[in-house]
Every structure is written in structure tokens, then in C-alpha cells.
T-cell receptor, first 110, second 113 residues
Framework: GQNIDQPTEMTATEGAIVQINCTYQ??????LFWYQQHAGEAPTFLSY????GLEEKGRFSSFLSRSKGYSYLLLKELQMKDSASYLC???????????FGKGTHLIIQP | DSGVTQTPKHLITATGQRVTLRCSPR?????VYWYQQSLDQGLQFLIH???????AKGNILERFSAQQFPDLHSELNLSSLELGDSALYFC????????????FGPGTRLTVL
């Protein structure tokens, strides 16, 4: 099976930088996704890492290390609208759908 | 807007009843996935259909079933409903399958009283 761990909640300040970590245990997987989800709304796609390294997309970057079973999502120049849950998910590895972590609830303070 | 549509937005029903949730994928996507999100379990994969055929089952109860029609829209049928089935139900679509980015619909909030 697959197991994904993320911190339950984090707090950061508007304009700052925050790093949300995700560790996982799996026998294999195709890639790792990050989604953003505002309360009661649909998850929206942020990034996808297949290879080790950093993927940058505007204010958001995501990093993957397969050997360490570790990923992080980096959010820069935080805005109040970034207050949301951030979900780490694995694809493949014998599981057909995405396997999601429980998500990290990010609170942005002024 | 992801391009995935789901109806209804909200559904309130009683224990023991049966409901049908509907999903239309993004134009051109052949795969539809269904997920259940409850407060204690997070997002759980239920079932995957590709071009009308069932591809894989996840944590789906025997009381639940789904199908994908020739026009690629999908329906999730939930029967003999229990209080614990109250949750948000999302469908997602992707071009083909595993490894492709999945785009989520707005969800159906099911409340079982």
C-alpha cells in the first residue's frame, strides 16, 4: 500500500515564504501531485513531479526526492487567498486512482 | 473552472434511500474517477472508468456502483444509504489514465439524515 504524511496545520504571514512537507512510503509510484483545496470546493491542480528535483511555476515550486521519500511545496509572496488546504498525492504504484495525504491546512495571517 | 461538471450540488436524503450523482468530464477526456471526501478520512479513491469500461476499484462499498455512458458522462449510484455516507463526492477527469493530471469537478455534498 501507500502511506502519505503531511503536517495537519501551518501558519504563515502574508508576504512571507512557507514550505509544506510531504513524506511517503510506497513500493513504487509514477509521480507526485500537489493540489490546493479551499474549504468545500474542488481540489485544483498545482504541480506534478515525476523526476527528482525542483519544478517552478510562478509563486509555487515543488520538489521531489525519490530516494528520501520526500516532497515539498514552496509558496512565495504569500497572499491571504493562499489560505487553503494543500494535498499531496501519489499516482500509480499499483493504485489506479490518486492516493492522497490528509492535507495541510495553511492559515495566512496579516 | 476545471471544465468538469457535477450535479446536483447538494443532496439531502434519508437513511435507506438511493441516490444518483452525475458527472460530465472535460471535453476530450476519456477517464472519469470518483472520490469520496469525509472529515475523518480525507479524499478516498472509489472507482475509475475509461472510455465506458471499468478500470479499477478503490475503497468502494458494495452498496455503491458506477457506470460511464457512450457520451462519456458518468453516474455514481449510492444505495441503502447510511449516516456515514454523508460526505463530499468528487469526480475528476483526465485525458487517459494514471499519470495524467486529474481535474476535479465542484463536487456533490450528500447529507444522509
Amino acid at each position: 500500500g501507500q502511506n502519505i504524511d503531511q503536517p495537519t496545520e501551518m501558519t504563515a504571514t502574508e508576504g512571507a515564504i512557507v514550505q509544506i512537507n510531504c513524506t511517503y512510503q510506497t513500493s513504487g509510484f509514477n509521480g507526485l501531485f500537489w493540489y490546493q483545496q479551499h474549504a468545500g470546493e474542488a481540489p485544483t491542480f498545482l504541480s506534478y513531479n515525476v523526476l527528482d528535483g525542483l519544478e517552478e511555476k510562478g509563486r509555487f515550486s515543488s520538489f521531489l526526492s525519490r530516494s528520501k521519500g520526500y516532497s515539498y511545496l514552496l509558496l512565495k509572496e504569500l497572499q491571504m487567498k493562499d489560505s487553503a488546504s494543500y494535498l499531496c498525492a501519489l499516482s500509480g504504484g499499483g493504485a489506479d486512482g490518486l492516493t492522497f495525504g490528509k492535507g495541510t491546512h495553511l492559515i495566512i495571517q496579516p | 473552472d476545471s471544465g468538469v461538471t457535477q450535479t446536483p450540488k447538494h443532496l439531502i436524503t434519508a437513511t435507506g434511500q438511493r441516490v444518483t450523482l452525475r458527472c460530465s468530464p472535460r471535453s476530450g477526456d476519456l477517464s472519469v474517477y470518483w472520490y469520496q471526501q469525509s472529515l475523518d478520512q480525507g479524499l478516498q479513491f472509489l472507482i475509475h472508468y475509461y472510455n465506458g469500461e471499468e478500470r479499477a476499484k478503490g475503497n468502494i462499498l458494495e452498496r455503491f456502483s458506477a457506470q460511464q455512458f457512450p457520451d462519456l458522462h458518468s453516474e455514481l449510484n449510492l444505495s441503502s444509504l447510511e449516516l456515514g455516507d454523508s460526505a463530499l463526492y468528487f469526480c475528476a477527469s483526465s485525458v487517459v489514465g494514471s499519470g495524467d493530471t486529474q481535474y476535479f469537478g465542484p463536487g456533490t455534498r450528500l447529507t444522509v439524515l
